[in-house]
């Protein structure tokens, strides 16, 4: 079992469709949490960073960890044709390992 | 600069060819990562610079990967005798925080291509 899981895709939506992507990781030693946004041909670039359980919420995106379920979340409102990209999740242990774990990426298109 | 510089941009080597890329990370960031993502994959760990501790060496795929870090300035990864499974972007990342939680930063990446 890969220790963070992510299904691929392609997800294609409506715009103005509310997005809901998602990561299962099996080490519960995770403490920090984060989204990348990748667009074609470029780097990856942070959206959302959390630590432990909880929602974290910035402008249309809301970040969701449950701990208990080792499952996290990415929510888009209001989707845009901007939003079409790959959405990276990635976890680390925090402490001296600052290894971050990545999935595999979701890759999102948003039809006008 | 304003964020992390990665040279070259793209790269073209022949097989068995040594190559050296290079990452610039943002100014004061004590973190550095590199990575490589292949053609529709995720992002594939291969070492870890913190300030002036051992670097984390376990992602490097073989003894053909080396990489160096000059204090907290300028990372070079270095492929010896290149293959073709080499192909892919080598993305580099770092980070202002230490012993906690990383929000890392990435560049743009060298697309390299082993022909």
């Known amino acids: 079992q890969k220790e963070v899981e992510q299904d691929p895709g392609p997800l294609s939506v409506p715009e103005g469709a509310i997005v809901s992507l998602n990561c299962t990781y099996s080490n519960s030693a995770f403490q920090y949490f984060m989204w990348y946004r990748q667009y074609s041909r470029k780097g990856p670039e942070l959206l959302m960073y959390t630590y432990s359980s909880g929602n974290k919420e910035d402008g249309r995106f809301t970040a969701q960890v449950d701990k208990s379920s080792k499952y996290i979340s990415l929510f888009i409102r209001d989707s845009q044709p901007s939003d079409s990209a790959t959405y990276l999740c990635?976890?680390?242990?925090?402490?001296?390992?600052?290894?971050?774990?990545f999935g595999k990426g979701t890759k999102l298109s948003v039809k006008p | 600069g304003a964020g992390v510089s990665q040279s070259p941009s793209n790269k073209v080597t022949e097989k068995g060819k040594d190559v050296e890329l290079r990452c610039d990370p943002i100014?004061?960031?004590?973190?550095l990562y590199w990575y490589r993502q292949r053609l529709g994959q995720g992002l594939e760990f291969l070492i870890y610079?913190?300030?002036?501790?051992?670097?984390?060496k376990s992602g490097l795929p073989s003894d053909r990967f080396s990489a160096e870090r000059t204090g907290e300035s300028v990372s070079t990864l270095t492929i010896q005798r290149t293959q073709q499974e080499d192909s892919a972007v080598y993305l580099c990342?770092?980070?202002?925080?230490?012993?906690?939680?990383?929000?890392?930063?990435f560049g743009q990446g060298t697309r390299l291509t082993v022909v």
């Open positions: 100014s004061g960031h004590t973190a």
């Open positions: 990342a770092s980070s202002p925080q230490q012993g906690r939680g990383t929000e890392a930063f």
């Open positions: 610079f913190q300030g002036n501790s051992a670097p984390d």
């Open positions: 990635a976890m680390n242990y925090g402490g001296s390992q600052g290894n971050l774990i």
